[in-house]
T-cell receptor, first 116, second 110 residues
């Protein structure tokens, strides 16, 4: 299994500012995903971040707004830029663990952002 | 891209059974099932790969019909601990993306 540490766990931000969320994994993983989850809603894929390549963004999400770094196989960051109240949400990083052959996803505990 | 789940919500008494369905418009390579409790991250339940297999552990099982691009999760003799929101997760043949379904809220009452 993989243990994921995500920071910050929660933050309150002012409109127009940017915040960087960090995701640290205790083992090397190739595939990492960033999701957004509004209260009571499903998880929406923001981007797939594989080490050694540019992140792949889903429709409705752009690199200027959500830049992602993936410098190595155990770490990634997601920045939410120029925040507005509509960005208030829970952001989750997730890794695909292939070691056990199941390919299941493991999640960080999430970062709850509130934008005022 | 997002799979559609049905029903959206279900309330059960302990011991009753439930079926949750997941339907995709895309050809699928695998289907996962996760349960998320309030304020927590999703937790993996099981994975079904292309091939029409059925899996289960304890009183929770699932099937995957790749021709119909559908999967179903079966919960039998429900327990209070089964309460939560269930999501299917789908992986297509074409890429590394992983999409979650619309979700089904399941509440088990005594």
């Amino acid at each position: 299994s993989a243990v994921i540490s995500q920071k910050p766990s929660r933050d309150i931000c002012q409109r127009g500012t940017s915040l960087t969320i960090q995701c640290q994994v205790d083992s090397q993983v190739t595939m990492m995903f960033w999701y957004r989850q509004q209260p009571g809603q499903s998880l929406t894929l923001i981007a797939t971040a594989n080490q050694g390549s540019e992140a792949t963004y889903e429709s409705g999400f752009v690199i200027d707004k959500f830049p992602i770094s993936r410098p190595n196989l155990t770490f990634s960051t997601l920045t939410v830029s120029n925040m507005s109240p509509e960005d208030s949400s829970i952001y989750l990083c997730s890794v695909r663990w292939q070691g056990a052959g199941t390919g299941e996803l493991f999640f960080g505990e999430g970062s709850r952002l509130t934008v005022l | 891209q997002q799979p559609v789940q049905s029903p959206q919500a279900v309330i059960l008494r302990e011991g009753e059974d439930a079926v949750i369905n997941c339907s995709s418009s895309k050809a699928l390579y695998s289907v996962h099932w996760y349960r998320q409790k309030h304020g927590e991250a999703p937790v993996f339940l099981m994975i079904l790969l292309k091939g029409g297999e059925q899996k289960g552990h304890d009183k929770i099982s699932a099937s995957f019909n790749e021709k119909k691009q559908q999967s179903s999760l079966y919960l039998t003799a429900s327990q209070l601990s089964y309460s939560g929101t269930y999501f299917c997760g789908t992986e297509t043949n074409t890429g590394n993306q992983f999409y979650f379904g619309t979700g089904t809220s399941l509440t088990v009452i005594p």
